[in-house]
């Protein structure tokens, strides 16, 4: 019964308990007790039939559910999995939900837990042990496949009486059947007849497979029967050897193989005495034409009493039972329509490697041949030929694939719509189509004629690849430990859509792969693998898959699908690389390196980078954003902040949406505070998943860096005037979205639903690194290691601290500021010294200097191996110093020997080399456009010198190490050595940052910060500063790098949009200005002498890219300093001053020694060495930067 009550509640009274339901408003009570009560009193004038009874479940159990406190009790009936409270609610019929199993997929997770995947959420269970947990796996991967199922081929094939039961082992309702041998089999029985091979058992499943079900082959199975197939195969039987529904799998195969593969229970055929030779007949029956007559020929032993067996009269309608059926339409009309489809097409030629689809025009322009999709792919010469040129037949094909279109202006004279079939025996053959439309049909008719029916449904428009895939997971082990699946792989976008499929090996589950939301790709090579095969392995939150394809032809052709899909390119925010938290990877990699590195920088999102640096980033982001690995030794926090900015501005739509702009400037209108916040919670909720995920991050971290505004000078209203423009895209002309955005980061917490957890973990952050900033802490990895200068000897010898981040040009600075050795004429560089001075590795000043060294241990004597620095002059290694690249290719004549020896033996043989981007060609001749081998440079590693025992021909050599083999190549002089290593070196690390050379002082070995702060607080822009290394001499760059400047003015400028000017950072103090202005000019010119402290009273005001048009600062008012500058840096500050005051004294007093006379700073002068040496211009009055604004 029902009955209302106070507050808007109602009761529902029923012979068990009482629920009490509560409504919003009084008329919403009334209408459900009305309703409810309509439907008692129709009952009771039904008189009160009782509900079906449900289906019993197929499994039931109490599991852990993620999120639900107790246990629930899990009950498994076929497409639905119900949770309830208890067991006693599940025998009252009260549940919590109703899982619909149509469309879910199931993952195993860790020891005992395991995911149901939903299209709507996840479900995460916990059994109570390890085999429970691969029982419930198995059960809902059942239960999944079962909604799959169409039973209309199976009721049609059940209804001859004999099909109900298997012909092997008597189980009933047999869901499989071997359509060659006429019977239908069971589940367990069917996995045995796989096990026969193709050849001699063709399984079908009767509900998964129907494509393949025609019309022909359901009479077949009608009208023949398990009973008069077993008079045939089974007619010699014994008593007592047949077998049972529970028989193991042991004896179950043995006895299947006897009796179908040797054949020792049928009675003697009289056509067919050899039994391999009637197998034979029996596939080639299934696959020609007039099926029915032929199979029933083959299979029927006694047609009627009192008639021979095989003869034609059991045919010829005598037999009333062996009639044909009418062919006219009817019940037994095909479930499936066959995949048919006719059109021209340029048909290539079928070729042994892959390659680009064949030219439109020429003489290698394949023939337009007219294509007909029936049983097979037949190729005719015109509509009225008779007979087909060529034939595919759909098992022969291994793989679909559609040609991209092609970019390369050569070659635009290809197929623009073009797909490619891969067959068996690393074969392929491209067909061209006159467009997009024919290039859709034929490449869903091709897919639909040789896949199973789980694809059918996925083919349409966006379709890449369709093949034959083995899969292997650690979710799939409870089904098959230890095996590949055999399965069907459909690339579609950016999605890897795995189906089931029949096979040698057990069928794969259907399952989805999100390409872009993969952590890693990669190959496991054949020699690596047990089973000599290449593995894909896509690795993704929470499990790892690795496929195999057919052949190295297709394997080829799936991977680099798979790499091509996975990877970015575009500009909307769907199309980018995602990481775990469902944001593109850019934003999480920019967000992760400035909220590590760059909290404390002032003005952090103010000061700029240089712009060539920053749009490299960005490409190399938008290329592959998993392979962009963002360190501080190799990239600026400014370059980062500008990469950050740069990708909202430029992303086709915003983050927040272009169409709900309106929507954030009415919410931003309202009167009050808590208005507007529930209004933008309301517009966030309209913005789609990955859009909102984004924003989140965003604002999370801007909140972040607001935190520390006492660091970084940065408030919300800076921060809101600087990314409003690359947040909104509004060309910084509203002042709106600047409202919008700061209220989102003041209201972080109330606008995103941050627990006080998550609050309280930031602002420990924040404490963190307010409280620690002074604190002098030693890297985690470091390690002390000798240095050898010039010789190795023992009073040469320098010990020092390693950092994993120290790089060999800051060695190289560390070592000689540590034995105050200075720099002439020529450059000092780092060696790795191996096989006791044999060999010689110059090291590229950017390659780290710990990474080297730990792979000494893998020598055979690792005591063999050490550092030395030493002279090297700048004829040989300058260009390692400079950003210019090669632009032609290096190439010669050099006398080569390899180990192993294989083509070039084991003697030294003059043979000419290329340096070609980042391989080494080995050509026959000097012209030669094909080279005979080919070497990456990729993880090799050159060495100057050839050891003794291979006798080289000249002292000037070089050692090549790869990978699996050694080059040893001699050169005829020593500038030629130098020549061909330096340029190997450039080849191999043309792709970081140029070489800043920077002389170390003696404070940067005893003060080490935590990150990668500067050693005192740069405020504002110092790209006019310049600091020189060890190497003096050379022509130097400023910090910002010369070599992107110069890129700079030969790019177009973007004018970035500008809400209003933005207060610059607080001016150093007169002294430490003094202290750096000292120390520039002494630094840039060494032989200058110590110029009076009057021309430095000035502090200098380097000119910064601000936002806002440049003035002139006001001087700054005397009196005591403030409150927006640290205290805490007074001390530190104090200290280094000292040392870098007592060090120009030390140098000015060297200098006035030599008697050298004052000469005037210039930008550029020469120094007693005929080098030019660049110095920075000190401006007499403060510039008009605005970063000489107090911050507001």
Not at 164 to 191: E, F, M, T, Y
Not at 413 to 441: C, K, M, N, V, Y
Not at 958 to 977: A, W
Request: hydrophobic residues 35%; neutral net charge.
């Amino acid at each position: 019964m029902t009955r209302s009550s106070k507050d808007n509640k109602f009761q529902v009274i029923t012979g068990q308990r009482v629920f009490v339901f509560r409504t919003e408003s009084e008329a919403q009570r009334d209408t459900w007790c009305s309703t409810l009560q309509s439907c008692l009193r129709e009952q009771r004038l039904l008189g009160n039939p009782r509900p079906p009874q449900p289906p019993r479940p197929l499994r039931t159990g109490m599991l852990e559910l993620r999120g639900h406190k107790a246990k629930v009790f899990a009950a498994l009936s076929p497409g639905e999995l119900a949770l309830y409270k208890s067991e006693q609610a599940f025998s009252l019929g009260i549940g919590i939900c109703f899982i619909e199993l149509q469309g879910c997929s199931v993952r195993e997770t860790k020891s005992r837990s395991f995911d149901l995947l939903t299209p709507h959420r996840c479900f995460s269970f916990t059994a109570e042990s390890g085999g429970a947990r691969q029982s419930w796996a198995a059960a809902l991967q059942e239960a999944v496949t079962e909604t799959l199922s169409d039973y209309e081929v199976a009721e049609k094939i059940w209804s001859n009486r004999a099909n109900r039961h298997c012909a092997d082992c008597g189980a009933s309702r047999p869901d499989w059947a071997a359509v060659n041998l006429g019977v239908v089999i069971c589940k367990q029985c069917a996995g045995q007849h796989r096990a026969l091979g193709s050849g001699i058992s063709k399984v079908q499943s009767l509900k998964l497979d129907t494509s393949v079900w025609s019309n022909e082959i359901v009479q077949l199975f009608i009208v023949l029967g398990n009973d008069r197939a077993n008079r045939f195969w089974a007619g010699a039987l014994p008593l007592g050897e047949g077998l049972h529904p529970d028989t193991s799998p042991g004896p179950r195969g043995e006895f299947i193989s006897r009796k179908y593969r040797l054949g020792l229970y049928r009675k003697p055929h009289p056509q067919y005495p050899d039994h391999s030779q009637l197998l034979q007949a029996l596939c080639a029956a299934v696959a020609g034409p007039n099926l029915l007559k032929n199979m029933t020929q083959l299979l029927c032993v006694e047609a009627s009493e009192g008639e021979e067996p095989w003869s034609p009269a059991a045919l010829d309608g005598s037999f009333p039972s062996l009639q044909l059926p009418d062919p006219s339409p009817g019940v037994y009309n095909e479930v499936v329509v066959p995949a048919t489809y006719s059109s021209f097409l340029y048909c290539g030629p079928i070729s042994n490697k892959a390659g680009p689809p064949p030219p439109r025009r020429g003489r290698d322009a394949p023939p337009r041949l007219w294509c007909v999709l029936r049983a097979a792919l037949e190729m005719f010469a015109s509509e009225s030929s008779p007979e087909p040129l060529s034939l595919i037949q759909p098992q022969d094909v291994v793989c679909l694939g559609v040609s991209p279109p092609p970019t390369d202006p050569g070659d635009l004279d290809r197929f623009p719509f073009s797909f490619e079939l891969i067959l068996t025996g690393g074969r392929i053959q491209h067909f061209g189509t006159d467009g997009a439309d024919s290039l859709e049909a034929w490449t869903s008719a091709v897919g639909k004629w040789f896949s199973p029916l789980s694809c059918h449904q996925l083919l349409g428009p966006g379709l890449l690849r369709l093949g034959r895939l083995w899969l292997r997971s650690p979710t799939h082990s409870a089904l098959a430990p230890g095996l590949w699946l055999s399965g069907f792989g459909l690339l579609r976008g950016d999605l890897l859509f795995l189906c089931p499929a029949s096979g040698p090996g057990p069928p794969a589950p259907e399952d989805m792969v999100h390409l872009r939301r993969l952590q890693e790709i990669s190959v496991v090579s054949a020699a690596d693998t047990p089973d000599k095969k290449e593995h894909l392995v896509l690795v993704e939150t929470g499990r790892t898959l690795y496929l195999q394809g057919e052949g190295r032809l297709d394997f080829s052709a799936w991977n680099t699908a798979i790499e091509g899909a996975a990877g970015g390119g575009g500009t909307a925010l769907q199309e980018q690389q995602m990481s775990r938290g469902d944001i593109p990877i850019i934003v999480d990699a920019c967000i992760s390196f400035v909220t590590q590195h760059g909290l404390q920088l002032e003005g952090i999102y103010r000061k700029g980078g240089a712009r060539a640096r920053s749009l490299r980033l960005l490409a190399e982001f938008r290329r592959d954003a998993r392979s962009v690995k963002l360190r501080p030794g190799e990239h600026f926090v400014e370059d980062v902040t500008d990469t950050l900015k740069r990708f909202f501005r430029e992303l086709d739509d915003p983050v927040t949406s272009a169409r709900l702009l309106p929507r954030w400037r009415e919410a931003a209108e309202l009167p009050q505070k808590n208005q507007r916040l529930e209004k933008y919670k309301e517009v966030i909720g309209c913005l789609p998943q990955v859009n909102r995920r984004t924003l989140a991050t965003l604002i999370g971290h801007l909140y972040r860096v607001q935190k520390c505004a006492a660091l970084n000078q940065m408030c919300t209203r800076n921060l809101a005037l600087l990314f409003a423009p690359s947040v909104f895209q509004t060309d910084g002309r509203g002042e709106h979205e600047v409202r919008v955005l700061q209220e989102l980061i003041d209201g972080y917490v109330s606008v995103f639903d941050i627990d006080s957890d998550q609050v309280a973990q930031i602002d420990l952050e924040v404490s963190l690194i307010t409280t620690w900033k002074d604190v002098q802490l030693s890297q985690a990895g470091d390690l002390i290691m000798e240095v050898y200068i010039e010789q190795q000897l023992p009073d040469n010898c320098v010990t020092l601290k390693v950092s994993p981040t120290l790089t060999a040009e800051e060695l190289t600075n560390q070592v000689l500021e540590m034995r105050g050795t200075e720099a002439g004429m020529d450059l000092w560089m780092t060696f790795e010294i191996r096989e006791h001075g044999e060999l010689e590795r110059p090291l590229h000043p950017k390659e780290r200097v710990l990474e080297q060294a730990l792979q000494w241990c893998q020598l055979p004597e690792p005591c063999s191996a050490s550092l030395l620095l030493r002279k090297v002059s700048l004829a040989q290694a300058g260009c390692l110093f400079t950003g210019i690249r090669r632009e032609s290719p290096r190439v010669g004549l050099l006398r080569c020997r390899e180990e192993p020896p294989r083509l070039l033996g084991n003697r030294f043989q003059e043979r000419f080399f290329l340096l070609r981007g980042r391989c080494l060609l080995l050509l026959k001749e000097k012209k030669s456009s094909k080279p005979e081998r080919e070497w990456p440079l990729e993880g090799s590693k050159v060495y100057l010198g050839i050891r003794k025992k291979f006798k080289p021909p000249t002292p000037w050599g070089f050692t090549l190490i790869l990978e699996k083999m050694q080059l040893y190549l001699s050169c005829t002089n020593e500038d030629e050595m130098w020549d061909w290593t330096t340029s190997i070196l450039k080849a191999q690390h043309d792709d970081q940052q140029p070489v800043v050379l920077r002389r170390h002082s003696s404070s940067d070995l005893a003060r080490q910060k935590f990150g990668t702060m500067p050693l005192l607080p740069i405020r504002g822009d110092d790209s006019g500063a310049t600091l020189l290394s060890a190497n003096q001499t050379l022509p130097m760059k400023s910090s910002q790098g010369s070599v992107e400047e110069q890129e700079e003015l030969e790019e177009p400028v973007y004018e970035e949009p500008v809400y209003e000017e933005v207060g610059a950072f607080p001016e150093l103090t007169k002294d430490t200005s003094t202290s750096f202005s000292t120390m520039r000019e002494k630094t840039a010119n060494p032989e200058t002498p110590l110029i009076s402290q009057r021309s430095f009273d000035k502090p200098p005001f380097p000119k910064a890219g601000g936002l806002g048009p440049e003035q002139r600062p006001p001087e700054p008012p005397p009196g005591p300093p403030s409150k927006s500058s640290p205290q805490a840096h007074g001390s530190l500050e104090e200290q280094l001053l000292q040392e870098l005051s007592s060090l120009i004294l030390r140098k000015g007093e060297t200098a006035i020694g030599l008697g050298s006379p004052p000469q005037p700073s210039s930008p550029q002068s020469p120094n007693s060495n005929g080098l030019l040496t660049q110095t920075p211009d000190f401006p007499t009055q403060p510039s008009s930067s605005p970063s000489s604004q107090p911050l507001t």
